[in-house]
């Protein structure tokens, strides 16, 4: 969301909006919201109705109790939504996800949003981690401007920046030789729970961070529909009973329709912590980005946390990517 006209006050239109819960059924209209603010303001994100229902359809996310959304008779205009965490680290870390449509962005609707949060924000912690802190996580573009505004405005603090990356397939440099104790292999099903619990291990110490469920895992990574198992690649121990490195990697078939590129999303890159330093993840990473650029993609690309403890933004840089965009994150704690 970004601020394409100013903010402004309560209105009889807004008085009038209808709030409801969404249904899986306003998944198209959904889509049109997210492409009229992406036509104002282009962060290249772009959804289908089958992208929304996936991503909104998790298993972390109550649609009658965790979503919010908004109604100008017939057309959505905004939606909310909290996605609780499999587990708490030590606060329980509530993400917030949030769009507005660009002609509908003012105070009333911002304050309707922003209570509603916090609200059902706490009867979301209190069904699964009451016993832990609770914080409200949100992100922003830097070109989402308005919803910049209206988290800081809400109390929200900006904690953390993360870079979206990008690498041109036809240019990056030759790939570094994989570590030849550690059999290579490609992802099949047969490996879900060892690289779950690689995830989990190796994401312990990320900030923002927190353990994974195998039903999550599923939905949204490896049994999402854009998952590319050919272009995941995993690293195993000498017994091959645990993945000690891998690169797994999805394709968003929506963004390669609006913009005529077919990008490759590296989605998760680890190593195990006693590996790391020796240039495995570089070696994996670029092992991917070879065999991405032979099955016809034309860029790849990531997101990263540029103060994360392991250095990984240089990593990236070393094997071709360089910075695209940038997230800020916000965290607002909330008394319980």
Not at 41 to 47: D, G, M, N, Q, T
Not at 163 to 187: H, N
Not at 239 to 247: F, G, Q
Request: hydrophobic content about 40%; overall charge negative.
């Amino acid at each position: 969301m970004g601020c394409v006209t100013p903010r402004r006050g309560l209105s009889l239109v807004r008085m009038s909006l209808i709030w409801r819960p969404l249904t899986m059924e306003d998944m198209p209209r959904l889509a049109e919201v997210f492409a009229e603010a992406e036509r104002v303001e282009p962060i290249e994100e772009h959804y289908s109705a089958e992208d929304l229902a996936e991503e909104i359809g998790s298993p972390n996310i109550d649609l009658p109790t965790a979503t919010t959304s908004a109604w100008d008779g017939g057309k959505l205009v905004a939606y909310g939504v909290l996605r609780r965490r499999d587990a708490a680290n030590p606060a329980h870390m509530v993400r917030v996800e949030t769009l507005v449509h660009p002609e509908y962005r003012d105070d009333a609707i911002a304050a309707h949003l922003t209570a509603w949060f916090e609200k059902t924000g706490k009867e979301v912690h209190a069904k699964s981690h009451p016993d832990a802190p609770l914080e409200l996580h949100a992100a922003a573009n830097t070109k989402q401007r308005w919803l910049t505004e209206v988290l800081v405005d809400a109390g929200y603090e900006h904690a953390r920046w993360f870079v979206d990356m990008r690498a041109d397939l036809a240019t990056v440099p030759a790939a570094k030789p994989l570590p030849g104790e550690f059999p290579l292999v490609t992802y099949e099903d047969k490996y879900e729970e060892l690289t779950l619990r690689s995830r989990n291990e190796t994401f312990a110490d990320h900030w923002g961070s927190t353990e994974q469920s195998p039903e999550a895992w599923r939905h949204l990574v490896v049994g999402g529909k854009d998952f590319q198992p050919e272009l995941s690649f995993l690293l195993l121990s000498p017994e091959r009973d645990r993945v000690v490195a891998m690169v797994l990697s999805a394709f968003f078939a929506s963004d390669a329709a609006a913009t005529g590129v077919k990008d490759l999303y590296v989605s998760h890159v680890a190593t195990d912590a006693g590996l790391r330093g020796r240039g495995i993840a570089g070696a994996l990473l670029g092992h991917t980005l070879v065999q991405a650029k032979a099955a016809g993609f034309q860029r790849a690309s990531l997101n990263v946390d540029q103060d994360n403890t392991h250095r990984a933004l240089g990593v990236y840089e070393r094997v071709g990517f360089s910075e695209h965009q940038r997230w800020a994150g916000y965290v607002k704690p909330i008394p319980t």
